[in-house]
């Protein structure tokens, strides 16, 4: 048996939390008194290290849904290179994430096949776990494609996606559902298990519908690479913001809040209609996260970072170079959410709809899976001290540093 105590912390809600994870799975929280330590109740007197988190908040481990890249490796054009991608985003208190495949040749989707059982098989501590693929394209809109290169785009089809399946590893595919055959796959691809986002998109709001009534369950990010709201024509955006899913509640929309791919006023705009449990926040981190400006890769294109934008030679935003917990800090500091709706949104929210609901929570039977922050309420500071993965503390900047 294994454990790891957690001491002297905060919650999201500012209350004392102590606990311990035992096994890779949360015991607890423990209110130190002794008589409620059972066989399956262990306390912080038990054997085991200790991971200080005095004036620290201690929060469930970030998820993130939209990774293209860390630490100067791609996951389209280098997915063999996952073990890097996971070692840096624990830095940034990552414990688990979709790395997300561009549009690109088939080749790229098989190479990324096998780089995720082999990741899977390794299951190498010190590093995020990767909970399968995102596949962002080749099904998109060639008027809506953004960075993703127009060569390799596709019509939707059963035979492209044959072999796509939650079972292999496809856990997110982005589709625009107007696409000629886009519906029969969306609707295949939700009957295998893939969690199917409406993105990168020109369709109308009744096209959204009907994604949507095919069993469509989010929005790639929000506002980007899909037209605007009108009066009369609301769009990608105005179904998301004004429809109804199949839940009653609306699709959840992943939206980019790095401070560049959204305006202040569209961000809370978004947070008062979706709320913690349909604003998915997602970094759509690229090979530039962990590196400073200079040139930089995004599929098998070149990409140049300057004053922390990652953008195509015409200028096009690529992606960003920032983390998911500088996303969460900057939609706190934009909306005036609390600390705890902010977190949701990259922890609780993801989780469920990728349908893990063994994540996103540190209630007791939970993976053990954290961050501790370093959290200032007056000025929105929101830094991350240490990450906890299964148990194992896999970073912590205070040993590092």
Do not use: K
């Not at 949360?26 to 200080?52: Q, S």
């Not at 009108?230 to 959840?252: H, I, Q, S």
């Amino acid at each position: 048996m294994s454990a790891l105590r957690v001491l002297g912390g905060r919650d999201l809600h500012g209350d004392r939390l102590d606990l311990v994870v035992v096994d890779g799975l949360v015991h607890g929280p423990n209110n130190h008194r002794p008589n409620n330590h059972g066989p399956n109740n262990h306390g912080p007197n038990d054997r085991g290290p200790t991971l200080d988190a005095a004036g620290l908040v201690v929060a469930p481990g970030l998820l993130d849904l939209q990774v293209n890249g860390a630490a100067g490796a791609d996951v389209t054009a280098e997915p063999e290179r996952l073990a890097e991608v996971g070692a840096e985003l624990v830095r940034h208190g990552v414990t688990a994430y979709l790395p997300t495949v561009i549009t690109a040749a088939p080749e790229a989707r098989a190479r990324a096949f096998a780089a995720l059982h082999a990741e899977r098989a390794a299951a190498g501590a010190g590093r995020a776990v990767p909970l399968g693929l995102h596949l962002e394209g080749p099904m998109i809109a060639p008027e809506r494609a953004g960075a993703h290169p127009s060569r390799w785009l596709r019509e939707p089809s059963l035979d492209l996606v044959d072999g796509w399946s939650r079972a292999a590893g496809v856990v997110m595919a982005t589709v625009a559902p107007e696409l000629p055959g886009a519906l029969e796959v969306i609707a295949e691809l939700c009957r295998r298990g893939v969690v199917v986002s409406v993105g990168h998109t020109a369709a109308s709001a009744a096209q959204v519908d009907a994604a949507v009534a095919a069993g469509a369950a989010c929005a790639t990010h929000l506002f980007n690479a899909m037209p605007p709201m009108t009066a009369r024509e609301p769009g990608p955006v105005g179904a998301v913001l004004g429809g109804t899913g199949p839940d009653g509640t609306g699709l959840v929309a992943g939206l980019i809040v790095d401070g560049l791919h959204l305006d202040p006023h569209t961000v809370r705009t978004a947070w008062q209609v979706l709320g913690a449990d349909r604003f998915w926040s997602v970094s759509d981190t690229t090979a530039a996260l962990g590196l400073g400006d200079g040139p930089t890769r995004l599929g098998d294109q070149d990409v140049l970072v300057a004053d922390g934008a990652v953008r195509l030679a015409d200028g096009t935003l690529a992606g960003s170079a920032v983390s998911l917990a500088h996303c969460v800090r900057t939609l706190w500091s934009t909306t005036g959410c609390t600390l705890a709706e902010a977190v949701a949104t990259a922890t609780s929210t993801p989780a469920r709809l990728v349908g893990d609901t063994s994540r996103g929570t540190l209630a007791p039977g939970a993976r053990g899976d954290l961050v501790l922050l370093d959290v200032d309420v007056a000025t929105h500071r929101l830094d991350v001290v240490a990450t906890v993965v299964g148990g194992s503390v896999v970073h912590d900047r205070r040993r590092e540093g």
